[in-house]
Nanobody
Framework: DVQLVESGGGLVHPGGSLTLSCAAS????????RGWFRQIPDKERAGVAR?????GTTYADSVKGRFTISRDQATLYLQMNNLNVEDTAMYYC?????????????????WGQGTQVTVS
């Protein structure tokens, strides 16, 4: 099994920046597809960005040009710039050994507990 722990959320003003981190343990995480998702109350969880084991990335249209996903050996990052109030959500990191072709939450098996980002 894989354990994921997010950190780095908080309160930020519009136009500000935050960097989220997701520490992984339990398996050779370098083999996994990894992603960031977000969810607001009464809405479905939505994909933000994903990165495959070779560094290839995909972003949701709403965050292109503002967010950057990256990874090192065990930690996943999400650099978020020019934040706006619509980015307010609980952010989750996820991992899966699958083909890493989508931002569909159902394609990811392992999840962290989430970290809250509030832009206000």
């Amino acid at each position: 099994d894989v354990q994921l722990v997010e950190s780095g959320g908080g309160l930020v003003h519009p136009g500000g920046s935050l960097t989220l981190s997701c520490a992984a343990s339990g398996d050779t995480i370098g083999r996994y597809c990894r992603g960031w998702f977000r969810q607001i109350p009464d809405k479905e969880r939505a994909g933000v960005a994903r990165i495959n084991p070779y560094g290839g990335t995909t972003y949701a249209d709403s965050v292109k040009g503002r967010f950057t996903i990256s990874r090192d050996q065990a930690t996943l990052y999400l650099q978020m710039n020019n934040l706006n109030v619509e980015d307010t959500a609980m952010y989750y990191c996820a991992a899966d050994l699958g083909r890493c072709r989508t931002l569909n939450p159902s394609d990811f098996r392992y999840w962290g507990q989430g970290t809250q980002v509030t832009v206000s």
